[in-house]
């Protein structure tokens, strides 16, 4: 079934209630090397290439997968933008004014308390502050390279705002926010958050014949030797066997690296969302495009321009069950969608125990995670 459209439009009709770590050498890859692919492979490498939008459509078991990147000024004493917001569409900002938005945010850019129910949700911040409350109690402050990884499940209020900390230079703001879907087993499992540190992370590097350098982020699953942290016990990415994998991949200018093949019958695709110059088995891709890959090839990646690009890598087995999605839920079923609403608006799924549903932290408070079980995280 075809999907709704994503953030922009689920989050604007609803009803709100209210208003470094160390690096580790990339070595052991499958016995892969820094040559030219076989002309088998070249030829069946590429399944699909297709333009990215605001929302980038992804393959089962993700559901999609958006790109922010926003260059916000200064921040003033509420941390808000110092600079005016006239001209703006207030309560639903999307136009890249000035090369920033406000989203769904009044004073502050992001996006207020919203309920989810029957996926996931896995932010990867690159630059800027994210803070989160939610409708168990549970809070945090996380960025500069952490991922907050949310297991939605039966039904969870969260916020996600953008707090501008800065008041004496510019805050920009760069984030992936993926969704993964969860399986109808695990839709109605108990809410839950797992935060993957910037120095839990594994940051792989690898020097090729020439002795240019890729470094790999590995987020999700594994690359030779390595493993990223572990995701929260009922996601989809739980069981090895479904070989979930999201790496973001940063190449240099003139470097060649190959992303090992996987198990068959799983989907993979390489976004390219920064620098120009990427080839995949000898074929141009255009910057900010997608290519959908063959899961079973050795994947020849090279930079052929004189500057850094950067790729992100999702993969993983299909879960291959009907997909209803409707704004903030993701079922099998439009009867299980129906249900949904009719619970959230019941039981606002545990209520909104904030004063503002535009929660943001105090501009002192450094990284952290607060969990509904009263555990206490400050970012390492």
Known sequence: ???????RDFLGKLALGASSALAIPFLGMSGAKDEDMDEANKKKAILR??????????????LFCVHHEDHYPKGNADMGPVDSLAG??????FELKDGWRMYHGKTIPGFPGHPHRGFETITVVRKGMVD???SMGAAGRYGDGDVQWMTAGKGIQHSEMFPLIHQDKDNPMELFQIWLNLPKKNKMVEPHFKMLWNKSIPKMEHADNNGQMTY?????GHLGNEQAPAPPPNSWAS????????FNIKMQAGASFIIPKTTNGMNRTVYFYEGDGLTIAETKIAHYHAAEVDPEVDLALK?????????LV??????????????????????EIQQAFEDYHSTQFGGWPWPDYGQVHDRSKGRFASHADGTVEKGA
């Open 1 to 7: 079934m075809k999907r709704k459209n994503g953030r």
């Open 49 to 62: 290439v297709k333009p990215l939008g605001f929302q980038w459509e992804t393959a089962d078991p993700f």
């Open 88 to 93: 703006r569409r207030i309560g639903s900002d």
């Open 132 to 134: 989160h409350a939610d």
């Open 216 to 220: 790999i982020e590995l987020i999700a």
């Open 239 to 246: 069981d090895e066997n479904n070989h979930v994998g999201i």
């Open 303 to 311: 930079n052929t321009s004189s500057s850094d690009i950067k790729v």
């Open 314 to 335: 999702l993969q993983g087995r299909p879960i291959n069950e009907p997909v209803v999605q409707h704004g903030p839920f993701v079922m099998n079923t439009r009867q």
